[in-house]
Protein backbone atom coordinates (compact mmCIF):
# COMPACT_ATOMS: atom_id res chain seq x y z
CA UNK A 1 0.00 0.00 0.00
CA UNK A 2 1.65 3.38 -1.04
CA UNK A 3 2.33 6.00 1.58
CA UNK A 4 1.94 9.87 2.19
CA UNK A 5 5.35 11.13 3.44
CA UNK A 6 5.05 14.33 5.66
CA UNK A 7 8.18 16.54 5.77
CA UNK A 8 7.97 18.33 9.48
CA UNK A 9 5.00 16.30 10.54
CA UNK A 10 6.08 16.27 13.82
CA UNK A 11 5.79 20.28 14.18
CA UNK A 12 2.58 22.28 14.53
CA UNK A 13 1.02 22.30 11.25
CA UNK A 14 2.61 19.27 10.21
CA UNK A 15 1.08 17.22 13.24
CA UNK A 16 -2.29 18.39 12.84
CA UNK A 17 -2.23 17.25 9.29
CA UNK A 18 -0.89 13.71 9.84
CA UNK A 19 -4.21 13.45 11.94
CA UNK A 20 -6.49 14.38 9.16
CA UNK A 21 -4.74 12.31 7.07
CA UNK A 22 -5.28 9.44 8.75
CA UNK A 23 -8.64 9.88 9.60
CA UNK A 24 -9.41 10.04 5.55
CA UNK A 25 -7.83 6.75 5.34
CA UNK A 26 -4.30 7.63 4.28
CA UNK A 27 -1.24 5.54 5.47
CA UNK A 28 1.30 8.18 6.73
CA UNK A 29 4.77 8.00 7.28
CA UNK A 30 6.60 11.41 9.39
CA UNK A 31 10.04 12.54 8.20
CA UNK A 32 11.88 15.03 10.72
CA UNK A 33 14.55 15.68 12.43
CA UNK A 34 12.98 16.60 15.81
CA UNK A 35 14.95 20.02 16.03
CA UNK A 36 11.53 21.62 16.81
CA UNK A 37 8.69 19.62 16.27
CA UNK A 38 7.54 16.94 19.33
CA UNK A 39 7.61 13.23 19.03
CA UNK A 40 4.45 13.06 20.67
CA UNK A 41 2.67 15.20 18.33
CA UNK A 42 3.66 11.98 15.54
CA UNK A 43 1.86 10.16 18.08
CA UNK A 44 0.93 6.12 16.54
CA UNK A 45 2.25 7.42 13.02
CA UNK A 46 5.00 6.05 11.52
CA UNK A 47 8.13 7.82 12.38
CA UNK A 48 11.45 8.54 10.30
CA UNK A 49 14.29 10.48 12.05
CA UNK A 50 16.03 11.79 9.46
CA UNK A 51 17.25 15.39 8.02
CA UNK A 52 16.02 16.81 4.80
CA UNK A 53 19.56 18.54 4.41
CA UNK A 54 21.34 15.12 4.40
CA UNK A 55 20.41 13.42 0.73
CA UNK A 56 21.00 10.06 2.09
CA UNK A 57 18.63 10.45 4.85
CA UNK A 58 15.91 11.23 2.02
CA UNK A 59 16.56 8.80 0.01
CA UNK A 60 16.60 6.03 2.58
CA UNK A 61 13.33 7.09 3.55
CA UNK A 62 11.84 6.53 -0.22
CA UNK A 63 14.19 3.55 -0.71
CA UNK A 64 12.56 1.62 2.33
CA UNK A 65 8.59 3.31 1.92
CA UNK A 66 6.21 2.82 -1.03
CA UNK A 67 5.50 6.47 -1.58
CA UNK A 68 2.64 8.04 -3.61
CA UNK A 69 2.82 12.02 -2.51
CA UNK A 70 4.69 14.41 -0.13
CA UNK A 71 3.67 16.94 2.01
CA UNK A 72 6.45 19.64 2.95
CA UNK A 73 6.01 21.68 5.81
CA UNK A 74 9.72 21.13 7.50
CA UNK A 75 11.30 25.04 7.40
CA UNK A 76 12.16 27.77 9.49
CA UNK A 77 9.52 30.18 9.76
CA UNK A 78 10.70 33.29 11.96
CA UNK A 79 10.54 36.37 9.58
CA UNK A 80 12.18 38.63 12.33
CA UNK A 81 14.95 35.50 12.52
CA UNK A 82 15.23 35.77 8.74
CA UNK A 83 16.58 39.47 8.15
CA UNK A 84 19.24 39.00 11.14
CA UNK A 85 20.27 35.31 9.62
CA UNK A 86 19.41 35.13 6.33
CA UNK A 87 22.46 32.98 5.28
CA UNK A 88 20.05 30.53 7.66
CA UNK A 89 17.17 30.93 6.25
CA UNK A 90 18.42 30.70 2.47
CA UNK A 91 20.83 27.56 2.75
CA UNK A 92 17.99 25.61 5.23
CA UNK A 93 14.58 26.15 3.53
CA UNK A 94 16.07 26.30 -0.12
CA UNK A 95 18.27 23.13 0.36
CA UNK A 96 16.06 21.07 2.38
CA UNK A 97 13.50 21.49 -0.58
CA UNK A 98 16.14 21.45 -2.97
CA UNK A 99 16.88 17.98 -1.35
CA UNK A 100 13.62 16.66 -1.03
CA UNK A 101 12.38 17.51 -3.97
CA UNK A 102 15.65 16.04 -6.48
CA UNK A 103 15.00 12.19 -4.26
CA UNK A 104 11.41 12.59 -5.06
CA UNK A 105 12.08 12.82 -8.77
CA UNK A 106 14.97 9.50 -8.38
CA UNK A 107 12.03 7.64 -6.46
CA UNK A 108 9.53 8.66 -9.77
CA UNK A 109 6.80 10.66 -6.98
CA UNK A 110 5.24 13.38 -8.82
CA UNK A 111 2.63 14.69 -6.06
CA UNK A 112 3.79 17.26 -3.95
CA UNK A 113 1.87 19.73 -1.67
CA UNK A 114 4.25 22.62 -0.36
CA UNK A 115 3.49 24.99 2.76
CA UNK A 116 3.64 28.23 1.32
CA UNK A 117 3.24 31.66 2.71
CA UNK A 118 0.79 35.18 2.21
CA UNK A 119 4.70 36.61 2.80
CA UNK A 120 5.48 36.11 -0.88
CA UNK A 121 2.83 38.85 -1.56
CA UNK A 122 4.80 41.35 0.03
CA UNK A 123 3.22 44.78 0.74
CA UNK A 124 -0.50 43.91 -0.27
CA UNK A 125 -1.84 46.10 -3.59
CA UNK A 126 -5.33 44.63 -2.67
CA UNK A 127 -7.24 43.24 0.25
CA UNK A 128 -8.01 40.48 0.63
CA UNK A 129 -5.23 39.10 -1.41
CA UNK A 130 -5.86 37.20 -4.38
CA UNK A 131 -3.80 34.20 -5.90
CA UNK A 132 -3.12 36.44 -9.10
CA UNK A 133 -1.73 39.44 -6.52
CA UNK A 134 1.37 40.79 -7.66
CA UNK A 135 4.39 38.21 -5.96
CA UNK A 136 6.85 40.86 -3.98
CA UNK A 137 8.45 39.47 -0.67
CA UNK A 138 10.34 41.94 1.22
CA UNK A 139 11.76 39.77 3.92
CA UNK A 140 14.23 36.39 3.50
CA UNK A 141 11.90 34.12 4.87
CA UNK A 142 9.38 34.69 2.29
CA UNK A 143 11.88 34.77 -0.36
CA UNK A 144 12.73 31.25 0.57
CA UNK A 145 8.61 30.31 -0.38
CA UNK A 146 8.89 32.41 -3.57
CA UNK A 147 12.08 30.95 -4.72
CA UNK A 148 10.78 27.56 -3.63
CA UNK A 149 7.48 27.83 -5.43
CA UNK A 150 9.97 29.16 -8.92
CA UNK A 151 11.41 25.99 -8.75
CA UNK A 152 8.22 24.15 -8.39
CA UNK A 153 7.10 25.86 -11.44
CA UNK A 154 10.70 25.05 -13.21
CA UNK A 155 10.24 21.37 -11.95
CA UNK A 156 6.67 21.09 -13.57
CA UNK A 157 7.78 22.23 -16.83
CA UNK A 158 10.49 20.66 -17.21
CA UNK A 159 9.42 16.74 -15.09
CA UNK A 160 5.61 16.68 -15.14
CA UNK A 161 6.15 16.79 -10.84
CA UNK A 162 2.89 18.25 -10.05
CA UNK A 163 2.24 20.21 -7.12
CA UNK A 164 -0.54 22.33 -5.07
CA UNK A 165 1.12 25.39 -3.13
CA UNK A 166 -0.60 26.29 -0.73
CA UNK A 167 -0.35 30.70 0.93
CA UNK A 168 -1.11 31.22 4.37
CA UNK A 169 0.19 32.33 7.50
CA UNK A 170 -0.82 32.79 10.89
CA UNK A 171 -1.89 29.39 11.64
CA UNK A 172 -3.89 29.43 15.40
CA UNK A 173 -5.07 27.53 17.80
CA UNK A 174 -5.23 24.12 18.79
CA UNK A 175 -6.49 20.23 18.37
CA UNK A 176 -9.93 20.70 19.77
CA UNK A 177 -9.24 17.31 21.09
CA UNK A 178 -6.32 19.11 23.03
CA UNK A 179 -4.04 15.98 21.78
CA UNK A 180 -1.60 18.79 20.49
CA UNK A 181 -0.95 22.57 20.16
CA UNK A 182 1.31 25.16 19.46
CA UNK A 183 4.73 25.17 21.32
CA UNK A 184 7.68 27.04 19.49
CA UNK A 185 10.81 28.05 21.12
CA UNK A 186 10.89 30.89 21.26
CA UNK A 187 7.00 31.53 20.91
CA UNK A 188 6.86 34.70 18.60
CA UNK A 189 2.83 34.17 17.38
CA UNK A 190 0.19 36.77 19.12
CA UNK A 191 -2.26 34.33 20.15
CA UNK A 192 0.10 31.99 22.31
CA UNK A 193 1.88 34.70 23.76
CA UNK A 194 -1.42 36.67 25.15
CA UNK A 195 -1.98 33.19 26.67
CA UNK A 196 1.63 33.05 28.25
CA UNK A 197 1.52 36.28 29.47
CA UNK A 198 -2.19 35.70 31.30
CA UNK A 199 -0.89 32.43 32.61
CA UNK A 200 2.22 33.74 34.08
CA UNK A 201 4.78 32.11 31.73
CA UNK A 202 5.99 35.82 30.16
CA UNK A 203 6.52 38.82 32.05
CA UNK A 204 4.29 40.89 29.41
CA UNK A 205 2.91 40.71 25.83
CA UNK A 206 4.77 43.24 23.51
CA UNK A 207 2.27 44.93 21.08
CA UNK A 208 5.10 46.03 18.28
CA UNK A 209 3.46 49.00 16.29
CA UNK A 210 0.28 50.95 17.54
CA UNK A 211 0.83 53.51 14.88
CA UNK A 212 -0.66 51.65 11.81
CA UNK A 213 -3.09 53.10 9.58
CA UNK A 214 -5.53 50.90 10.69
CA UNK A 215 -8.52 51.85 13.08
CA UNK A 216 -6.88 51.47 16.19
CA UNK A 217 -3.45 51.85 15.30
CA UNK A 218 -2.35 47.86 15.42
CA UNK A 219 -1.20 45.26 12.71
CA UNK A 220 -4.92 43.64 11.18
CA UNK A 221 -4.01 39.50 10.37
CA UNK A 222 -5.72 37.06 9.27
CA UNK A 223 -6.23 33.97 11.48
CA UNK A 224 -6.82 29.91 10.58
CA UNK A 225 -7.30 27.64 13.07
CA UNK A 226 -4.60 24.84 12.54
CA UNK A 227 -7.08 22.29 11.97
CA UNK A 228 -9.18 23.85 9.19
CA UNK A 229 -5.82 24.77 7.88
CA UNK A 230 -4.78 21.13 7.86
CA UNK A 231 -8.08 20.03 6.53
CA UNK A 232 -6.83 21.93 3.03
CA UNK A 233 -4.19 20.27 2.92
CA UNK A 234 -6.32 16.90 2.94
CA UNK A 235 -8.29 18.70 0.36
CA UNK A 236 -5.35 19.39 -1.53
CA UNK A 237 -3.89 15.92 -1.34
CA UNK A 238 -6.94 14.21 -2.81
CA UNK A 239 -7.55 17.05 -5.60
CA UNK A 240 -3.66 16.60 -6.93
CA UNK A 241 -4.16 12.97 -6.65
CA UNK A 242 -7.44 12.64 -8.44
CA UNK A 243 -6.18 15.23 -11.18
CA UNK A 244 -2.84 16.08 -11.32
CA UNK A 245 -2.43 19.70 -12.28
CA UNK A 246 -0.64 22.47 -10.18
CA UNK A 247 -2.16 25.25 -8.49
CA UNK A 248 -1.26 28.05 -6.12
CA UNK A 249 -4.26 28.28 -3.27
CA UNK A 250 -4.54 31.00 -0.53
CA UNK A 251 -5.93 29.57 2.74
CA UNK A 252 -7.38 32.42 4.49
CA UNK A 253 -10.71 33.80 5.73
CA UNK A 254 -11.41 37.29 4.15
CA UNK A 255 -11.91 38.53 7.83
CA UNK A 256 -8.95 40.19 9.84
CA UNK A 257 -8.12 40.95 13.34
CA UNK A 258 -6.18 43.59 15.29
CA UNK A 259 -3.90 43.08 17.59
CA UNK A 260 -6.29 45.06 20.16
CA UNK A 261 -9.20 42.94 19.00
CA UNK A 262 -7.47 39.92 19.54
CA UNK A 263 -6.41 40.70 22.82
CA UNK A 264 -9.67 41.69 24.11
CA UNK A 265 -11.68 38.34 22.87
CA UNK A 266 -8.61 36.79 24.82
CA UNK A 267 -9.60 38.52 27.80
CA UNK A 268 -12.91 38.05 27.61
CA UNK A 269 -12.40 34.16 27.62
CA UNK A 270 -9.89 33.79 30.09
CA UNK A 271 -11.41 36.39 32.26
CA UNK A 272 -7.80 37.77 32.99
CA UNK A 273 -5.77 40.98 31.80
CA UNK A 274 -2.94 40.87 29.26
CA UNK A 275 -0.34 42.77 30.87
CA UNK A 276 0.56 44.68 27.72
CA UNK A 277 3.82 46.42 26.72
CA UNK A 278 3.77 48.81 23.61
CA UNK A 279 7.54 48.62 21.28
CA UNK A 280 8.61 49.98 17.95
CA UNK A 281 6.98 48.63 15.05
CA UNK A 282 9.23 45.35 13.59
CA UNK A 283 11.08 45.66 10.28
CA UNK A 284 9.03 44.17 7.77
CA UNK A 285 5.78 44.05 9.20
CA UNK A 286 2.73 46.10 7.02
CA UNK A 287 -0.24 47.53 8.25
CA UNK A 288 -3.20 44.87 6.92
CA UNK A 289 -2.92 41.22 5.37
CA UNK A 290 -5.91 39.55 4.50
CA UNK A 291 -5.82 35.77 1.84
CA UNK A 292 -8.92 35.24 -0.15
CA UNK A 293 -10.37 31.72 0.66
CA UNK A 294 -12.22 32.18 -2.33
CA UNK A 295 -10.42 29.72 -4.79
CA UNK A 296 -9.60 27.70 -2.32
CA UNK A 297 -13.59 27.19 -1.32
CA UNK A 298 -14.14 26.56 -5.38
CA UNK A 299 -11.41 24.12 -6.38
CA UNK A 300 -11.31 22.07 -3.04
CA UNK A 301 -14.45 22.65 -1.80
CA UNK A 302 -12.79 24.22 1.79
CA UNK A 303 -15.14 24.99 4.28
CA UNK A 304 -13.79 26.94 7.60
CA UNK A 305 -15.55 25.33 10.88
CA UNK A 306 -12.83 26.41 13.58
CA UNK A 307 -11.70 29.22 12.73
CA UNK A 308 -13.88 31.98 14.36
CA UNK A 309 -11.41 33.84 16.30
CA UNK A 310 -13.25 32.63 19.82
CA UNK A 311 -13.05 29.03 18.61
CA UNK A 312 -9.26 29.81 17.96
CA UNK A 313 -8.47 31.74 21.25
CA UNK A 314 -10.85 28.72 23.50
CA UNK A 315 -8.74 25.72 22.02
CA UNK A 316 -5.29 27.19 22.16
CA UNK A 317 -6.57 28.16 26.03
CA UNK A 318 -7.38 24.70 26.48
CA UNK A 319 -4.01 23.41 25.43
CA UNK A 320 -1.91 25.87 26.96
CA UNK A 321 -3.56 25.54 30.37
CA UNK A 322 -3.19 22.19 29.71
Known amino acids: MSKILVAGGAGYIGSHTVKELRKQGFDVVVFDNLSTGRREFVRDAELIVGDLEVKDDIRSAFKSQNIAAVLHFASLIQVSESYIHPRKYYTQNLTSSLNLLDEMLEAGVRNFIFSSSAAVYGIPKQIPIPED ?138 GKKVPVREMPKREGDVPVLLASKDKAERLLGWKLRNSEIETIIETAWRWHRK
Do not use: W
Request: proline share 7%; net charge negative; aromatic share 10%.
Open 133 to 270: HPLDPFNPYGQTKFFVERILQDYDRAYKLKFISLRYFNASGADPDGEMGECHDPETHLIPNILLSVLGRKENLDIFGTDFPTPDGTAIRDYIHVTDLANAHVLALQKLMASPRSEFINLGTNRGYSVKEVIARAEKIT
